[in-house]
T-cell receptor, first 115, second 109 residues
Framework: DAMVIQNPRYQVTQFGKPVTLSCSQT?????MYWYQQKSSQAPKLLFH???????NEADTPDNFQSRRPNTSFCFLDIRSPGLGDAAMYLC??????????????FGPGTRLTVT | GQNIDQPTEMTATEGAIVQINCTYQ??????LFWYQQHAGEAPTFLSY??LDGLEEKGRFSSFLSRSKGYSYLLLKELQMKDSASYLC??????????WGAGTKLIIKP
């Protein structure tokens, strides 16, 4: 089945220790997104790739970086995690075009704990 | 600024009908989406409205009024598995998805 996969599902890291979360997709979608979601809050878009074009949200901290080496994979790097970065990180994909907006397909998420 | 408003929490009875409202103020409009999110899981797509009116999909229906900046999600014949958060999201003029905080729906037997 075509899907969005995130690894790991649960990640524990220490304060200040770099961590990388990964996402892969078999949907061949051209857009990939990274969201941060805290309990009972809306998903917060961190950045997205439209094909190879990287789009950073204005309020995304510099501590967060992303890489998309190819169509299928996307990584979220947190260079120096703080306690406030503990959250669920959601990867999503969509097949965007100018004629019609499309729904986003989400991976299962990675729950990040910072100790 | 851009804003999506939904009730924080609603309670309904198994077998009943519930309507979850969403009002929005965004810079432009390119469609409204409803997602379901079970606790600890990722959101899953439910419905999409871009024109005024009602879209029906089995037990779930979604309504849109663009002039009023208003949508609702109607759930019929409620089942216990429908206990989840329901998120309203709007695509603005830049095709960015603006998310509401979600409505937590509690179903009681």
């Amino acid at each position: 089945d075509a899907m969005v996969i995130q690894n790991p599902r649960y990640q524990v890291t220490q304060f200040g220790k770099p961590v990388t979360l990964s996402c892969s997709q078999t949907l061949n979608h051209n857009v990939m997104y990274w969201y941060q979601q805290k309990s009972s809050q809306a998903p917060k878009l961190l950045f997205h790739y439209y094909d190879k074009d990287f789009n950073n949200e204005a309020d995304t901290p510099d501590n967060f970086q992303s890489r998309r080496p190819n169509t299928s994979f996307c990584f979220l790097d947190i260079r120096s995690p703080g306690l406030g970065d503990a959250a669920m990180y959601l990867c999503a994909t969509s097949r965007e075009s100018t004629d019609k907006p499309h729904e986003q397909y989400f991976g299962p998420g990675t729950r990040l704990t910072v100790t | 600024g851009q804003n999506i408003d939904q009730p924080t929490e609603m309670t309904a009875t198994e077998g009943a009908i519930v309507q979850i409202n969403c009002t929005y103020q965004t810079s432009g409009f390119n469609g409204l989406f409803w997602y379901q999110q079970h606790a600890g899981e990722a959101p899953t797509f439910l419905s999409y409205n871009v024109l005024d009116g009602l879209e029906e999909k089995g037990r779930f229906s979604s309504f849109l009024s663009r002039s009023k900046g208003y949508s609702y999600l109607l759930l019929k014949e409620l089942q216990m598995k429908d206990s989840a958060s329901y998120l309203c999201a709007v695509k603005d003029s830049n095709y960015q998805l603006i998310w509401g905080a979600g409505t937590k729906l509690i179903i009681k037997p």
